[in-house]
């Protein structure tokens, strides 16, 4: 099932298709009070990005999916950020389990404070596992674009580098946490934060890097 899944999701993605758009992006909307709904123009910026440079044929605007809904299963790929607490229930925990296992794949943006939430609240999901620290030499990093130092940094916050952490289930990579780099701010209108371009476009490569995994690598 795994496998097949992923495949139906390359194709539609990257394949010739007579619909406009194939397939949608999801963005997760989580309990705990946290700002599930930040960055209100970062996937739509994202997906814009990669409709004209990787020619994907994703529609333009993001879709609210809950935790628990059984609708996550129709998207490859689910993005989530925010800076506040983070809460799954049990229901929700074996929900999106089951949809990472299924061949979906998780991108948590820390958008500065999530980090100790979302540890929690993934073992929930993965009690069997943790998010560990990715070499620079990880495929995430070099798909359409190459990021020989690993995540580029958008915002300062601790003085720290940025870092990318994957959690891996049966040895494929099913959720990508980017940590102290702000990706989705980079992902803005540049009139939201006024970063300069070249940082934007860094960004949204890296953002077009991670579409690209988790819409057609299998491991």
């Not at 996937?43 to 409709?51: A, Q, S, T, V, Y």
């Not at 999916?65 to 129709?74: C, H, M, N, R, Y």
């Not at 009690?127 to 359409?144: G, K, M």
């Not at 991670?210 to 819409?215: C, S």
Request: proline residues 5%; charged residues 25%.
């Amino acid at each position: 099932m795994k496998k097949i899944l992923v495949f139906c999701f390359s194709m539609l993605c990257f394949g010739l298709s007579a619909q406009k758009y194939s397939v949608k992006i999801g963005k997760l909307k989580y309990g705990g009070g946290g700002d599930w709904y930040a960055n209100k123009t970062s996937l739509p910026n994202l997906i814009e990005f990669c409709n004209k440079n990787l020619k994907t044929n994703i529609f333009p605007e993001e879709d609210i999916i809950e935790v628990g809904s059984p609708e996550i299963f129709q998207y490859p790929l689910v993005h989530m950020t925010g800076h506040g607490n983070v809460v799954f229930t049990a229901q929700e925990a074996e929900n999106l389990r089951k949809y990472l296992i299924s061949g979906g794949f998780l991108h948590v943006d820390d958008n500065y404070g999530l980090r100790k939430f979302i540890e929690r609240e993934m073992k929930k999901v993965f009690p069997e596992a943790e998010f560990v620290e990715l070499p620079f030499s990880h495929p995430i990093y070099h798909q359409r674009y190459d990021f020989k130092d690993g995540l580029p940094k958008v915002h300062e916050h601790d003085n720290k580098p940025p870092q990318g952490y994957g959690l891996f289930y049966e040895g494929r990579l099913v959720s990508f946490f980017s940590f102290e780099s702000d990706l989705g701010n980079g992902w803005e209108d540049q009139s939201v934060y006024g970063d300069p371009e070249s940082v934007r476009q860094k960004a949204l490569q890296m953002g077009a890097n991670i579409v690209t995994y988790a819409f057609t690598t299998y491991q």
